[in-house]
């Protein structure tokens, strides 16, 4: 229940190619207190109910529980949800042993596309592939409950 991810920005659509899945994903949040988030996500057709809690020093580890709920649950939650519900498209991009999960962002935030990898430790090495750019872990304003409220469009 502890994840350890590291951001990034993407700097070309490259990965594309590469990806061997792609899922439209709204999410939105039912509290975006800075000791924990409670997020509401449909990934595809499948619902899920997530609470993170906060990040520690380095951005890149923090509590995460997860479980999946059904589609038309997730829906009504949604319509609960704090204002800023997320449209993105979501790809799976395996590369050199690692899993990057990139969100290409819609609606106000439209033109930011971030790049997540998870890792079984903090100081675990992977390989970047070229398309990765700059590493903004642990910088709040790219975290998914903060692009909600102040959307990149804004910036």
Request: charged share 30%; proline share 3%.
């Amino acid at each position: 229940m502890i994840e350890i991810e590291r951001k990034f920005l993407v700097r070309s659509m490259h990965f594309v190619d590469r990806a061997v899945s792609k899922t439209k994903i709204v999410q939105g949040f039912l509290n975006t207190h800075p000791e924990r988030t409670v997020r509401v996500r449909i990934k595809g057709q499948k619902g899920f109910m997530t609470v993170k809690g906060k990040s520690n020093a380095s951005g890149t580890t923090r509590f995460e529980w997860e479980t999946e709920i059904g589609h038309s649950d997730a829906q009504k939650l949604l319509q609960l949800c704090e204002k800023g519900v997320l449209d993105k498209t979501g790809y799976l991009v395996p590369f050199e042993g690692h899993n990057f999960e990139v969100d290409v962002f819609d609606g106000d935030n439209k033109g930011l596309i971030l790049a997540e990898i998870e890792l079984t430790t903090e100081n675990e090495l992977f390989q970047k592939p070229n398309w990765l750019g700059e590493e903004v872990t642990g910088d709040i304003k790219y975290y998914n409950s903060q692009l909600s409220k102040q959307p990149f469009n804004t910036w």
